[in-house]
């Protein structure tokens, strides 16, 4: 029998196997999630007629003779290329956009696949559809460190999401502000001293010397103290310029002046003018060039009203008229955090005058309102005021009872707003906090809640501290209390934090100071009243979020995605599912956009990436093939009918 014969019988078969394989990828053009395969042939085998000879002195080498015995299918691969994808608009609906399969169980088995027709089930179960393998995730589990992110579990489950479920309501325990407090505002009352983080630099020869402790006193021999390193220079209150409203101020008696060693400052060579607001500071320095020469002279000037807020109050009804410097401090005693303490300097009629020093402190309301009903004179104080009618101004009061002056609060310099908390019931309530400058690079923040006057709240104010460049130092945070026993609920303990961390921001994202217009508000609570599961939604990176009635989106699960090393070698299972196989690799179960897996487009479907121009080429290709091999089979049949007709 001829050899030819059946090399065309193989020809036959493989090419058939090729026209199956295009079939069925034409079959499946429209399956969603196939991949389609491809046919490599291979020479059979060969018979060897004469075998090769080596080259020898005078002859060359001889090449072997070797007949071909036909084809054989060396393999069925898979292409694992990413197939189109189509929207469906369906919220079950998945479609991997890179490398990974989803994870799904019949029960008892893992299989993987590219079909992401999924569906809910009755009992809430995300299922694929036409097949019921229930769909493998990750479940999404509140982090116990940090209650405002979420962490991946560890171990593959069921995704499960129950439409129409409740969560209970959650109080709220932290609040976050960020953006801006204008730093172009002046204080919102006068503040006597306003020195914080302020300096002054001045030289005297070579030397650069900086005075940044700059502050106000409380008694007469301490009203005014400049210093830094070894400098100090105490000044003490000596009168009031009528015509600027200026103190008149003098080398304290009681305090020591301090300066460098070699550097030589009498008591008459420290002046305050009143009239400018000009400290001159005059003395004596070593010679750097010939120490023993005498001392040099020098003179330096300092802008010391630049540091001073007051009021000027003048009282009219006594002759000659008396004037007071009227001043505010921001009370940090324990207990009384955010009281303020009005001070009013003066000079009484003795011979030679003595200074006067008038206090009353002052609680303030939850809303900074003064509350002068609660006032209490400090020391021997005598002085008397009453709060405005809105509660925003001082009037002080002369002797005799009539106004003098009223001291309002600058709104201006205020910056309030409002966001809404919750109770454990999940009722909603709203909490104000404002901020009032109080000093430079320094403001006060109070909290309250506007609508509910009779709530009681504590630790609702303190000091927030920010540093030349802008961003808070110091008073990051504000830990208040409310009491919601009256309704019922649990009382509350809600942190105010202004670094912008509670969001995921950096410290510059937070409450920051700078010459920019007021644009601070709350952007973040973790409070919420009760809800039901009404929808979800699937992210890029596989998380399924859950999207409840009182506006809350807590993530659920993420969706597993399964790599393999050789994709290839997975077995088909049918039902566009594979199972892992001995040359596939151990399944890499990861959630999408991590360790190389793919992203996930919800609403959408990955279709099959069969082309079927070029599946109809193939076919072609296949087609003549066979013909060819078929040929071949029947030449052959005819050489041996004229071998069979010699002996006729």
Same mark, same amino acid.
């Given at each position: 029998?001829?050899?030819s014969?059946m090399?065309?019988?193989t020809g036959?078969?493989?090419?058939?196997t090729?026209?199956?394989?295009v079939?069925?990828?034409?079959?499946?053009?429209?399956? *969603?999630?196939f991949?389609?395969?491809?046919?490599?042939?291979? $020479?059979?085998? !060969?018979?060897?007629?004469?075998g090769?000879?080596?080259?020898?002195e005078g002859r060359g @080498?001889?090449n072997?003779?070797q007949?071909?015995?036909g *084809?054989?299918?060396?393999?069925?691969?898979t292409i694992h290329?990413?197939?189109q994808?189509q #929207?469906?608009?369906?919220?079950?609906?998945?479609?991997?956009q890179?490398d990974?399969?989803?994870? +799904?169980?019949?029960g008892?088995?893992e299989? !993987?696949?590219?079909?992401?027709?999924?569906?809910?089930?009755?009992?809430?179960?995300?299922?694929?559809?036409?097949?019921?393998?229930?769909?493998?995730g990750?479940?999404?589990n509140m982090?116990?460190?940090?209650?405002?992110?979420?962490t991946?579990?560890?171990?593959?489950?069921d995704?499960?999401?129950?439409?129409?479920q409740?969560?209970p309501?959650?109080g709220t325990?932290?609040?976050?502000?960020?953006?801006?407090?204008?730093s172009?505002?002046?204080?919102?009352?006068?503040?006597?001293?306003?020195?914080?983080?302020?300096?002054v630099?001045?030289?005297?020869?070579?030397?650069?010397?900086l005075?940044?402790?700059?502050?106000?006193g /409380?008694s007469?021999?301490?009203?005014f103290?400049l210093?830094?390193?070894d400098?100090?220079?105490p000044?003490?209150f000596?009168?009031?310029?009528?015509?600027?409203?200026?103190?008149?101020?003098?080398?304290?008696s009681?305090a020591?002046?301090?300066?460098?060693a070699?550097?030589?400052?009498l008591?008459a060579?420290?002046? #305050?003018?009143?009239a400018?607001?000009?400290?001159?500071?005059?003395?004596?320095y070593?010679d750097p060039?010939?120490?023993l020469?005498?001392?040099?002279? #020098?003179s330096t000037?300092?802008?010391?009203a630049g540091?001073?807020?007051?009021?000027l109050?003048?009282d009219?009804?006594?002759?000659p008229?008396?004037? !007071?410097?009227?001043?505010?401090d921001?009370?940090?005693?324990?207990?009384q955090? @955010?009281?303020r303490?009005?001070?009013?300097?003066?000079?009484?009629?003795?011979?030679?005058?003595?200074?006067?020093v008038n206090? &009353?402190?002052?609680?303030?309301q939850?809303?900074g309102?003064?509350?002068?009903s609660?006032?209490?004179p400090?020391?021997t104080?005598?002085?008397t005021?009453?709060?405005?009618?809105?509660g925003?101004?001082?009037?002080?009061?002369?002797?005799?009872g009539?106004? &003098?002056?009223?001291?309002?609060?600058?709104?201006?310099?205020?910056?309030?707003?409002k966001m809404?908390?919750?109770d454990s019931?999940g009722n909603?309530?709203?909490?104000?906090?404002?901020?009032?400058?109080?000093?430079?690079?320094?403001?006060r923040w109070?909290?309250w809640?506007?609508?509910?006057?009779?709530?009681?709240?504590t630790?609702?104010?303190?000091?927030?501290?920010f540093?030349?460049?802008?961003?808070?130092?110091?008073?990051?945070?504000?830990?208040i209390?409310?009491?919601?026993?009256?309704?019922?609920?649990? $009382?509350?303990?809600?942190?105010?934090?202004?670094?912008?961390e509670?969001?995921g921001k950096g410290?510059?994202?937070?409450?920051t100071?700078?010459?920019?217009?007021?644009?601070? /508000?709350?952007?973040?609570?973790?409070?919420?009243?009760?809800? +039901?599961?009404?929808?979800?939604a699937t992210g890029?990176?596989?998380?399924?979020?859950?999207?409840y009635?009182?506006?809350?989106?807590?993530?659920?699960?993420?969706v597993?995605?399964?790599? #393999?090393?050789?994709?290839?070698g997975?077995?088909k299972?049918?039902?566009?599912?594979?199972?892992?196989s001995?040359?596939?690799?151990?399944?890499?179960?990861v959630?999408?956009l991590?360790?190389?897996?793919?992203?996930?487009?919800g609403?959408?479907?990955e279709? @099959?990436?069969?082309d &079927?121009?070029?599946?109809?080429?193939?076919?072609?290709?296949?087609?003549?093939?066979?013909?060819?091999s078929?040929?071949?089979?029947?030449?052959?049949?005819q *050489?041996?009918e004229?071998?069979?007709?010699?002996k006729?």
């Amino acid at each position: 029998m001829l050899r030819s014969l059946m090399s065309g019988v193989t020809g036959v078969r493989a090419h058939q196997t090729l026209l199956d394989v295009v079939g069925n990828n034409i079959a499946n053009v429209n399956t *969603v999630g196939f991949k389609k395969s491809t046919v490599t042939f291979q $020479d059979l085998m !060969y018979q060897t007629t004469r075998g090769a000879s080596s080259p020898a002195e005078g002859r060359g @080498g001889i090449n072997p003779m070797q007949v071909g015995l036909g *084809v054989n299918v060396a393999a069925i691969g898979t292409i694992h290329s990413q197939g189109q994808t189509q #929207f469906t608009g369906n919220r079950t609906d998945m479609a991997v956009q890179g490398d990974g399969y989803y994870v +799904v169980s019949d029960g008892n088995n893992e299989m !993987y696949t590219r079909a992401g027709n999924f569906l809910l089930d009755g009992n809430g179960n995300l299922a694929q559809a036409g097949t019921g393998y229930m769909v493998k995730g990750f479940a999404m589990n509140m982090d116990p460190i940090d209650p405002t992110k979420y962490t991946v579990g560890s171990s593959l489950t069921d995704i499960n999401i129950p439409v129409g479920q409740k969560i209970p309501a959650k109080g709220t325990e932290l609040a976050g502000y960020r953006c801006n407090l204008d730093s172009r505002t002046s204080v919102y009352l006068p503040m006597g001293i306003t020195g914080n983080d302020a300096s002054v630099s001045f030289d005297i020869g070579t030397d650069r010397f900086l005075l940044n402790n700059i502050a106000g006193g /409380k008694s007469a021999g301490e009203f005014f103290t400049l210093a830094g390193g070894d400098w100090s220079i105490p000044l003490e209150f000596g009168g009031i310029d009528e015509a600027t409203g200026m103190p008149q101020l003098t080398l304290s008696s009681t305090a020591p002046l301090a300066t460098p060693a070699g550097i030589t400052v009498l008591p008459a060579g420290v002046v #305050f003018d009143s009239a400018t607001g000009t400290l001159t500071i005059s003395g004596t320095y070593p010679d750097p060039a010939d120490p023993l020469n005498p001392p040099l002279p #020098f003179s330096t000037k300092i802008e010391a009203a630049g540091f001073m807020n007051y009021s000027l109050v003048t009282d009219g009804s006594v002759s000659p008229a008396k004037y !007071y410097l009227a001043e505010f401090d921001d009370v940090q005693t324990a207990g009384q955090e @955010g009281f303020r303490t009005l001070r009013l300097w003066s000079m009484d009629s003795a011979v030679p005058p003595v200074a006067e020093v008038n206090e &009353l402190l002052i609680p303030v309301q939850d809303d900074g309102k003064f509350n002068l009903s609660a006032a209490t004179p400090v020391g021997t104080s005598t002085l008397t005021a009453r709060a405005s009618e809105n509660g925003l101004g001082i009037a002080i009061l002369s002797a005799s009872g009539d106004d &003098l002056a009223t001291i309002n609060q600058k709104i201006a310099s205020v910056h309030g707003t409002k966001m809404d908390v919750y109770d454990s019931l999940g009722n909603a309530h709203t909490l104000e906090v404002s901020w009032e400058k109080t000093d430079n690079n320094q403001w006060r923040w109070r909290a309250w809640l506007p609508e509910e006057s009779g709530m009681t709240l504590t630790n609702n104010t303190g000091l927030v501290n920010f540093t030349p460049g802008g961003q808070i130092e110091s008073g990051s945070t504000g830990e208040i209390g409310i009491n919601f026993a009256s309704l019922g609920a649990h $009382d509350a303990r809600i942190t105010l934090d202004f670094t912008g961390e509670s969001f995921g921001k950096g410290a510059l994202e937070g409450v920051t100071q700078y010459g920019s217009a007021f644009t601070t /508000k709350g952007y973040f609570q973790d409070g919420y009243a009760m809800g +039901v599961l009404n929808d979800f939604a699937t992210g890029k990176d596989g998380t399924i979020t859950g999207v409840y009635s009182n506006g809350r989106n807590i993530p659920l699960y993420r969706v597993a995605l399964a790599l #393999f090393s050789n994709p290839s070698g997975l077995d088909k299972f049918g039902d566009t599912a594979y199972l892992a196989s001995n040359n596939s690799g151990l399944a890499q179960v990861v959630p999408p956009l991590e360790g190389g897996a793919g992203s996930i487009a919800g609403g959408t479907l990955e279709m @099959g990436n069969v082309d &079927l121009s070029e599946e109809f080429v193939r076919l072609i290709v296949a087609q003549r093939g066979f013909q060819a091999s078929a040929r071949v089979v029947t030449t052959s049949d005819q *050489v041996l009918e004229e071998l069979i007709n010699i002996k006729r």
